[in-house]
């Protein structure tokens, strides 16, 4: 059933102004509209203020004999350090899509991290004309999710922070007595955490904590292979968590709380895992995640809607917004709609993390690839010279360069697709156009792109028009995926080894020759297997500038062993990370951040200098 | 105008049910309606949810001409560690008030913090068949201010850190070129908050840091005052944060702006105070507090209306809830009703930072005190057994004993009775009953108050019978502030030195004979009045489970000094915080904390445990 939806219209002017300008400039829905408008019954809806809601997950078992509408998702060719636009490119398909279309359609992308908002220019919410608004309420704290998972990770370290002190500084009796204090009739019950802790230990359930012996109190109480366990710590963001990571893969509150009670935070002395189970604290984060569950409902810059869900990082992480966001879109959009996910990164890495993990939790087939390029980032493949954040373009960027564009496109935009094609999903190549872009140069682009295997290729002007310049985007979507049926397959099966998987997606994907795991790499991968994590999926932790472990690399890198340099283990959240280099996992501020410009008049409460 | 309220039944039930039993047998009404019930319009409201609400400060906009309420602050003597019921009070008050006779009231309280919820039984959200509900929502994320302080003052700490990085490994003319960077013209246009910078420095304005003499620019750049300068850190939880006190204290945005501008990070090596203005991230922090000024809507057991909202420390800072609940309360009751407001710890803490703080910053008048007491408080007073958290309470406060029930009012029953009416406000004592409280010594306690100079004196029993409970007192508080006009005066002027203010404190309502500053407190005192800060008011950071610092010295301590081993500033809260002994700022996990009995049902989400 086609939603009958007010569309918002855009005034479009030349040159187009600031992102925040045109965010301020269209006033948005009341979300509690929009969500009659597709289908959400009230009592499904927590509205967050009025531009913003939650939406309950009772939706899918309401839908549940509704048929999912067609899903696509959006990657990218290996960017410049400037990004290409898939953001962009998501919002301006479903506006074009919905608004001009008529067809139902759902955008779901991540929320972005407080770190990149005040630190340096930039955000998730699109820009131009296709955007999601308001985007002070995107790029700031949302409906609180990510806190929620601040304040689950800080409890979490607590938890870990006590035990260690506690057991450090008590016998094993008063430890006993106070893991297990006596109630008014002597008796020890225990809690429902504390008995799971004594079935993993192989010990007898019991009722009353004064049945077991004084050896199986020590087990409980001050586990033989935790005494005198040294850690080591850091500061992570909340991106980067696990807790993160689950949110965006957990498929139900009950699948949450399970995989949060698989969080590995240790290894005992006898090099068994330790978990958040073991020391107590599953329902209580479960418990502080309780409404994280539900995708955030806001509009794009038309009024057509967007899931904004789940955070994690794309590289330590899998980049992806959540299972449950677009679970939920497929089925409001139903059928004959669409549900637009946008992967992070590039193709190499977001697009193969989310058949890979996110596919492999989910369950749900993708209908077909959006794969967006630039010319920009096609000359730079070419062997154009550097792109560097803050420069000003050199001229190969802006002057018309057909040789670079066919070299970038012979290479990266070439492998970019032959990976795609891998899985069995077909493929549209969407040039996302700049001004300085010639027609001439795009030509070259679509024309390669059907060459290699894309089965559309169209350039899209929807930053300058909104949907009105994705209409033929739009048109390639609903094309594709009426006409070419996906034959969606892994890159690798879940029972093969751990480093064969590594191995499968360095030379698939990568172009690699083979892979070289460092001593410290060997001895995790021998000790994850040993301790059952070996059928987990692979989530690459490995730069975006380039399809090999080197940033500088650009186009189609032939002829490189990649390194493996660790292995972080996520059992939570349910992958194995190979560290391929050096990751950030808590980046600073520079010199000059762009809170300096940032701004709120106090009476108005307009925000400015985000954008 | 009296409210047509829909009052919410109590089916009472004997022995009293769990807390979150209770809390959960209860419907509470959809938050529109009650807001709608209490004269706020729609778009004054941001509905977090279907119930808890911010509410817009253009109510006191609205409704300016609308007379005040009368203005109740509820204390209570010197508790036990177990507390004497002033949440529980406060929200029985408020029940009885418009539940039962039908009187506008609102109940303003703070928000709790999140580690007692998971450490150690207990919460805020008062107790039995006086309660805010749904006490899990009070109780976890609410609307997230907690978070957004959280998220300030990381980003704060981020800046400090990001500063002193760079200006440690940068020249002085790379530093100027990074953090004045030219535009394509060539020029080095300044941000509004660097040019408050070159202006405290008193440099002449500039548009084009070009215009800058490189002496300028370093003063800009990297002031020689700050170079080198060595920083201790630590963690401290959000509720012991400036930008909590900050959030307590402001009466607008714009207030919150120039406070958080004013905190004071560092101190230069000439001795000037370094403030957020200073490293440029006032604005910035005002963004992500921005939604956090609206206070919070929640309501009681019986449905009537509570704002939650702040939730400073009541050691370091000053423990109160916010200024603008206050106000929107009181212009929402109307000149004919009531604000119940709480203050955190006893009367010689909590309430003399009420008036000397909190309506200081304010304006407000309070019209009366409410002072709660318990006959086991009593007790222990008069020279009873130590009261321990966790251990069975001695016969003693089980059993009738006159004696010692004689002995603690005339010692701190009395003194803080005296206290509250040297404020020049009416005092109401207000026995929260047990079971176990006999008649004799309840008459005891109501006769010896009224002697001490209480205007009135019951007995409650709202924590059993709710609002019905609490008939009496809510019209022994109806009564006074009709019949008793409040002499409101300060305990001190501003204008005293820094020294003679602690003085006063100490010996005027502490009872001390004097104080003693250690040798660092008396350099910082120096220091303080010479950087300008002498003339703000004093928050005692001291304990309070004694009017002394000694919190085992119970009644009425006399013959000490207090000493005064430190002294910190929250300049930008407004205050000076002489430290009485060691402060914890990052309270720790017990053995077992009560995360271990908290759970949640995934299907049914009902969480278990919290209380």
């Keep these: ?98 608004a001009h279309l008529h067809k139902n359609s759902f955008a779901c992308v991540r929320q972005p991290s407080q770190g990149p908002t005040f630190g340096i220019k930039g955000g998730a919410a699109g820009g131009g004309y296709a955007q999601v608004i308001p985007m002070e309420e995107f790029n700031l704290h949302l409906t609180g999710d990510i806190h929620a998972i601040t304040a689950a990770n800080n409890l979490l370290a607590a938890a870990i922070d006590a035990r260690m002190f506690h057991e450090s500084t008590q016998k094993d009796d008063a430890l006993f007595n106070r893991l297990c204090p006596a109630n008014k009739q002597g008796q020890r019950p225990l809690s429902a955490v504390q008995k799971r802790r004594l079935k993993r230990l192989g010990i007898p359930e019991v009722d009353d904590a004064n049945k077991l012996s004084p050896e199986q109190r020590i087990e409980i109480g001050l586990g033989p292979g935790e005494k005198g366990h040294a850690r080591r710590t850091q500061f992570d963001i909340t991106v980067a968590s696990e807790i993160m990571a689950i949110l965006a893969l957990t498929t139900s509150l009950e699948d949450m709380r399970e995989r949060i009670s698989r969080i590995v935070v240790a290894s005992d002395t006898n090099g068994k895992p330790v978990t958040a189970d073991d020391i107590g604290v599953t329902d209580a984060l479960t418990v502080l995640m309780r409404d994280t569950v539900r995708p955030n409902l806001m509009q794009t810059l038309e009024g057509t809607p967007v899931f904004v869900h789940a955070g994690p990082f794309a590289n330590i992480a899998h980049g992806q917004s959540s299972i449950l966001a677009d679970k939920v879109a497929l089925k409001l959009v139903g059928e004959d709609g669409y549900v637009i996910t946008e992967a992070g990164f590039g193709a190499d890495i977001g697009m193969e993390k989310f058949f890979d993990i996110k596919c492999r939790y989910s369950g749900l087939v993708p209908s077909a690839v959006v794969l967006v390029a630039t010319i920009r980032a096609l000359k730079m493949h070419g062997g154009g010279p550097p792109v560097v954040a803050g420069s000003p373009l050199k001229h190969e960027y802006l002057d018309e360069n057909i040789g670079l564009v066919e070299k970038g496109c012979d290479s990266n935009l070439r492998k970019q697709i032959e990976n795609a094609n891998k899985f069995g999903v077909p493929v549209i190549v969407c040039v996302n156009k700049f001004a300085t872009d010639t027609e001439r140069e795009m030509k070259v682009v679509l024309k390669k792109a059907l060459s290699y295997g894309a089965k559309r290729a169209v350039s899209s002007s929807h930053w300058s028009m909104g949907g009105a310049g994705a209409v033929q985007l739009a048109q390639a979507v609903v094309d594709v995926t009426t006409e070419c049926p996906s034959d969606f397959k892994f890159l690798y099966p879940l029972k093969m080894s751990l480093e064969l998987k590594i191995v499968r997606i360095a030379c698939e994907i990568y172009g690699a020759d083979g892979i070289e795991l460092s001593s410290e790499a060997m001895e995790k991968v021998k000790r994850y297997e040993e301790q059952g994590f070996g059928e987990l999926p692979i989530c690459m932790a490995k730069t975006h500038l380039s399809l090999s472990h080197d940033p500088t690399k650009k186009g189609a890198p032939k002829n490189f062993t990649l390194p493996i340099r660790d292995i972080r283990p996520s059992v939570g959240a349910g992958f194995v990370t190979p560290l391929v280099g050096e990751m950030m996992m808590m980046p600073g501020l520079s010199t000059r951040p762009c809170f300096f410009d940032i701004t709120i008049d106090p009476v108005t409460e307009l925000i400015d200098g985000l954008f």
Tied chains: 1, 2.
Excluded: C, F
Excluded at 65 to 72: D, E, F, L, Q, T
């Design 1 to 98: 059933m086609v939603w009958n939806l007010q569309t918002l219209p855009l005034k479009l002017e030349t040159p187009v102004p600031s992102d925040i300008a045109i965010s301020r400039s269209q006033t948005p829905k009341n979300i509690e509209q929009l969500a009659e408008e597709i289908g959400i019954l009230p009592e499904e809806l927590d509205p967050y203020g009025k531009k913003k809601a939650k939406v309950s997950l009772g939706v899918l078992q309401r839908l549940e004999n509704v048929k999912n509408g067609k899903y696509v998702v959006v990657t990218a060719i290996t960017p410049t350090p400037l990004g290409e636009g898939k953001s962009t490119t998501t919002m301006g398909l479903v506006q074009a899509l919905t």
